[in-house]
Nanobody
């Protein structure tokens, strides 16, 4: 059984910072691209940032220059450093990963349970 467990969400004032973590566990043979998505109330889930196994990254225009995605392949963990947070960053943040599990099954777009980020004064 595979799990993606997010942590690090919370409440912060505008201009503040948070660091999200997502650890993958279970019968995982390999993790390909990992990413973070956000879903605000009443809106669809959207990509925030993604990172490949080799470290190539891409970001949504709205977070470029403020957020940084990174990963530790040895720990099967992806991080999202969020700086200069704005009220419009308020959302549930979901971890996502493309996985190959033991036995060779490829799972595209496996989701974590989400972590709430609230930016408010």
């Amino acid at each position: 059984q595979v799990q993606l467990v997010e942590s690090g969400g919370g409440s912060v004032q505008p201009g503040g910072s948070l660091r999200l973590s997502c650890a993958a566990s279970g019968n995982i043979f390999k993790i390909n691209t990992m990413g973070w998505y956000q879903q605000a109330p009443g809106k669809k889930r959207e990509l925030v940032a993604a990172i490949t196994t080799g470290g190539s990254t891409n970001y949504a225009d709205s977070v470029t220059g403020r957020f940084t995605i990174s990963r530790d392949n040895a720990k099967n963990t992806v991080y999202l450093q969020m700086n200069s947070l704005k009220p419009e960053d308020t959302a549930v943040y979901y971890c996502n990963a493309d996985l190959i599990v033991a036995g060779g099954l490829y799972i595209k777009g496996y989701w974590g349970q989400g972590t709430q980020v609230t930016v408010s004064s």
